[in-house]
């Protein structure tokens, strides 16, 4: 099955999917293999592997090691047009519909897009949303683009429906990597409730309660990162992905 299909599935028949972000410049060699092992015995439904910025992460070495450890698919979440790799099965082919830099909106999608028919991956269009979360995020600085007020519901609701019409397959609601306040509940609500296109939440989200109350909220899908870069949470894994899994308990 392809991966956006699987996806979908798992959102319907556990109540929402848990995606796992992977920094390939965080974590490498047999940590990620230890990780991989945790994240597959904790039911994490697919991994997002790639960063607003690479320094020195191997991106097709990370993608390695975590197919060798598992079956989890592997979802490129691209910074740039480099952050792209054959090994990958899936590639979330984010369009910063939320700024108005032309480049983060189409541009390097032009560039991207022959390499992507060349590797054979499988894009998932995303109507990719940066929400103001407190302080400048990485996502903001790099990509030059502002994000959506946190108390302007109503703004991310016309972006998520332009981005519906236009016909991309999925939304994400971004508060950023580390953010401090992660996306606000209001404005899943209104989003999730209005589109007929899965929404993704991801960005500050530190507690397994957040994240369901994010699913609650009608988020399809929730994205953690930062938080599982301290090998002293991974035992809260499972926590996260039963909290997401809501249908399964
Ligand atoms: C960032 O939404 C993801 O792109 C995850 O954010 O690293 O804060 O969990 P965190």
Redesign the pocket.
Known sequence: MKVFPYLKDIAVKKGAGYLL?VDPDKIEGEKLAEFSDICRDAGVDAFLIGGSLLTKGDLSETIEIIKSRTNIPAII?PGGVEQLSPLADAVLYISLISGRNAEQIFGKHVLAAPIIKQMGIEPISCGYMLIESGKTTT?EYISGSRPIPRDKPEIALSTALAAEYIGMKSVYL??????ENSVPAEMIQLVSSQVNIPVIV????TTANEAREKVESGASFI?????FEEPENWGKIKDFAEAVHFKNN
């Open positions: 972000l979440f996502a971004e508060a950023g990597s580390g953010a991801g960005g500050g989200i994205v953690t990162g930062n938080y």
